[in-house]
């Protein structure tokens, strides 16, 4: 199956500093979502970008689908950003979801 | 977007029961699906409900210990059978929307004694 890989793993930053979250995948994708899971376990829809670039406020987005990657850029970052961010894609097979292990941010005062 | 609803949010169970977890979206939906994630791991696909047809099981999982049942287009339930302390997880219910985005339910915490 295709292997969804994510970077870093962990990252601590301080509040107001900026990040850039990397997710690799292995084969050609149809679908590829941001999620962000809170400290209470709830999963939120950030983006859905299987290509291309998109921005919701303090957050953007690229895809690079030729190149089998995507980049998430966290601005101004605030306490409340913390908890765990996925990558999820689904191949051209499919509509499932296969989630990357994620990267655990925590966003210090 | 979608507003999926799972009941229970959480429960804790004794080994050797079972569970049937709820899982309600807000509008029709052409797939549903139940994913596990283990303490501190990632989502796992456990199956595709399919709309009155059998589940589609992913490798490692069985239709003896996670029935699945979907008998409209907005609602589905996920059973844990015959229970042990390795089923404690967070199951979460999601559907594909038209808008072509998956949305997940708030999930169902489970512990197992």
């Known amino acids: 199956g295709i292997q969804v890989e994510q970077s870093p793993p962990d990252l601590i930053l301080q509040e107001g500093a900026n990040s850039t979250l990397r997710c690799n995948f292995s084969d050609s994708v149809n679908n590829l979502q941001w999620f962000h899971q809170n400290p209470w376990g709830q999963l939120i829809n950030l983006f859905y970008i299987p290509s291309g670039t998109k921005q919701n406020g303090r957050l953007s987005a690229t895809t690079v689908a030729t190149e089998r990657y995507s980049l998430l850029y966290i601005s101004s970052s605030q306490t409340t950003d913390s908890g765990v961010y996925f990558c999820?894609?689904?191949?051209?097979?499919?509509?499932?979801?296969?989630f990357g292990k994620g990267t655990s941010l925590l966003v210090t005062p | 977007s979608a507003v999926i609803s799972q009941k229970p949010s959480r429960d804790i169970c004794q080994r050797g029961t079972s569970l049937t977890i709820q899982c309600q979206v807000d509008?029709?939906?052409?797939?549903m699906f139940w994913y596990r994630q283990q303490p501190g791991q990632s989502l796992t696909l456990i199956a595709t409900?399919?709309?009155?047809?059998?589940?589609?099981?992913e490798s490692g999982f069985v239709i003896d210990k996670f029935p699945i049942s979907r008998p409209n287009l907005t609602f589905s339930t996920l059973t844990v059978s015959n229970m042990s302390p390795e089923d404690s997880s967070i199951y979460l219910c999601?559907?594909?929307?038209?808008?072509?985005?998956?949305?997940f339910g708030p999930g169902t915490r489970l512990l197992v004694l």
């Open positions: 999820a894609v689904a191949t051209n097979s499919g509509y499932a979801l296969n």
């Open positions: 409900a399919n709309q009155g047809s059998e589940a589609t099981y």
């Open positions: 509008s029709q939906v052409t797939m």
């Open positions: 999601s559907a594909w929307t038209a808008q072509e985005t998956q949305y």
